[in-house]
């Protein structure tokens, strides 16, 4: 049967079940029966119910008039004082949408998370190419420019550990030989920024540069995603790591209690920039 749950694993703490059962929503399925709960989380039916109904009391979890789960908006609140993702994004803010009104296409801002990254903030553009991402969501790291950026600029050993992974291909212009990738994540270190042409989707290009923290360390990135049809990245990368070496400025001034400087956006490229990944 398809709700049937499963050997219920013993000896976890109720912490640890309550933390399963969140997991088990997913961007695909946001809505979930109390047997689906019971099924993924591995836990009774009798114990999945308590805990739902505890969440639900808090605000972690909201039920609909046909019984069905999704996540609460005070889970919502709660994640959103997360201090890698609300002062990052405020801070970048100005500068996202500064580039997003001198292009009109899809802006992205990313950070690393383990061995993936996770979307902080996206501005989309009304006609830019479609795009998977959405906030809060998670990517695989070799395929994008946000994620190439980061990459290239994690510790070794997550390096190694993403490119001893099986790579999965988007598209055929998917990297995903390790000896090519160490290739361009050099390269993406030289030139200081990343480009990513139709390995996600083939209609898609982005163009990503490193943020770093007041210690100089890459915290995040920025990027533009047009239409590759048409798009020239290096006359893109300029307007992509202006937004970046501001976000850097305003998160150096933060540290420092000063006020953020913003610099003058640039003017539209000479081109049709498109829309991509």
């Given at each position: 049967?398809?709700?049937?749950?499963?050997?219920?694993?013993?000896g976890r703490s109720v912490t640890a079940k309550v933390l399963a059962m969140l997991a088990a929503f997913t961007a695909a399925e946001p809505e979930l029966t109390l047997s689906q709960l019971a099924r993924r989380a591995r836990l009774s039916l009798p114990t999945a119910h308590r805990r739902a109904a505890e969440l639900v009391?808090?605000?972690?979890?909201?039920?609909d008039a046909r019984g069905r789960y999704r996540i609460g908006?005070?889970?919502?609140?709660v994640a959103s004082l997360a201090p890698r993702g609300v002062g990052l994004r405020d801070a970048a803010m100005p500068f996202l949408e500064d580039l997003y009104e001198v292009t009109h296409e899809n802006v992205q801002l990313a950070v690393r998370e383990g061995a993936e990254i996770v979307y902080v903030e996206r501005i989309a553009g009304l006609h830019a190419v479609p795009v998977w991402t959405r906030v809060g969501g998670r990517f695989a790291m070799?395929?994008?420019?946000?994620?190439?950026?980061?990459?290239?600029?994690?510790?070794?050993?997550?390096?190694?550990e993403v490119l001893g992974l099986p790579l999965r291909?988007?598209?055929?212009?998917?990297?995903?030989?390790?000896k090519a990738l160490r290739r361009i994540l050099a390269d993406v270190r030289r030139l200081g920024y990343a480009v990513s042409d139709g390995q996600v989707t083939l209609d898609a290009l982005s163009v990503a540069a490193p943020i770093t923290d007041p210690d100089g360390e890459v915290v995040a990135a920025v990027s533009l995603v047009v239409r590759a049809d048409g798009a020239q990245p290096a006359a893109l990368a300029p307007l992509v790591q202006t937004a970046a070496r501001g976000i850097t400025r305003a998160?150096?001034?933060?540290?420092?209690?000063?006020?953020?400087m913003r610099s003058p956006p640039r003017p539209?490229?000479?081109?049709?920039?498109?829309?991509?990944?």
């Open positions: 049967m398809k709700d049937a749950v499963p050997t219920v694993e013993p009391e808090w605000g972690a979890l909201e039920r908006l005070r889970l919502w609140e070799h395929a994008t420019g946000v994620g190439l950026v980061l990459l290239a600029h994690a510790p070794a050993s997550v390096q190694q291909r988007f598209t055929d212009r998917t990297v995903t030989d390790p998160l150096r001034a933060t540290a420092a209690g000063r006020p953020v539209v490229p000479a081109q049709r920039p498109g829309s991509a990944r």
